[in-house]
């Protein structure tokens, strides 16, 4: 079955950056979902700016893995949008947060901690080196990827000790970040990683592209065990 794919790009910096809008001409949601597309996921894209963000029932109930590009309004989503996400994670659909996206509510929510962090725009070298090799998000990677110019995000990070830790950044500055984390949330699975500031042409790198099709292959719902039941239990099950 064809893995469906929905991108949700906050859709502000396209609006109001000239950088940005020389980077990423048709958006960069769009940029992802057409490297998406090659990989022959069904992807759509939604905005911030769509009734109900993009994020009807209908479209989680039809989304495998929301990947969500967020960066300068996160408050500005609905809470009640972030918490039918937080439920859409929580029922198994996969979810993948990008660069500011630990702050973003849904995120937030489902990881349970601030995500604070530190941060510096300066046009640094940033070289993503692969901690956990076997992992499938680090399928056909080298041991490290560098990108050029690159937003550091820097330790201390506020996040729940990851599940795996896939990916730990150096940035020129002597920083370092863990920036490829996963979770689960229930049958959910989360992955959050870290580059991709907005004047910055982060979704064009091919390595890049590679991390976030691996992610959405390992992000997808899975079935797991079926018949669970959750309400009280007065009768002991048969003896074995
Ligand atoms: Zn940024």
Not at 56 to 69: G, N, S
Not at 126 to 151: F, K, Y
Request: proline share 7%.
């Amino acid at each position: 079955m064809t893995l469906s794919v929905t991108v949700w790009n906050e859709g502000i910096h396209e609006q109001e950056n000239e950088e940005t809008q020389e980077i990423y001409p048709d958006g960069i949601g769009e940029t992802m979902a057409a490297f998406f597309a090659e990989a022959g996921y069904e992807t759509r894209v939604v905005r911030m700016q769509d009734p109900e963000h993009g994020l009807t029932e209908q479209v989680l109930a039809e989304t495998d893995v929301l990947v969500w590009w967020g960066h300068a309004a996160h408050d500005d989503v609905d809470d009640d949008i972030a918490d039918r996400v937080v439920e859409a994670v929580w029922d198994g659909m996969g979810y993948i947060a990008l660069h500011s996206s630990h702050h973003a509510k849904p995120f937030m929510r489902l990881v349970g901690t601030d995500c604070d962090e530190k941060f510096r725009v300066a046009e640094e070298r940033q070289r993503i080196w692969v901690t956990d090799p076997g992992h499938p998000i680090a399928n056909g990677l080298p041991e490290a990827i560098v990108i050029p110019e690159s937003e550091m995000y820097g330790e201390p990070h506020n996040i729940p000790q990851p599940e795996a830790t896939v990916f730990i950044s150096w940035f020129e500055g002597g920083e370092v970040f863990r920036s490829g984390c996963c979770w689960r949330r229930q049958r959910g699975r989360i992955f959050y990683f870290a580059p991709g500031h907005e004047t910055y042409p982060i979704f064009h790198h091919d390595q890049v592209q590679q991390i976030l099709v691996n992610a959405v292959e390992w992000a997808q719902p899975v079935q797991g065990a079926v018949d669970v039941t959750y309400r009280h239990s007065p009768d002991p099950p048969e003896p074995l």
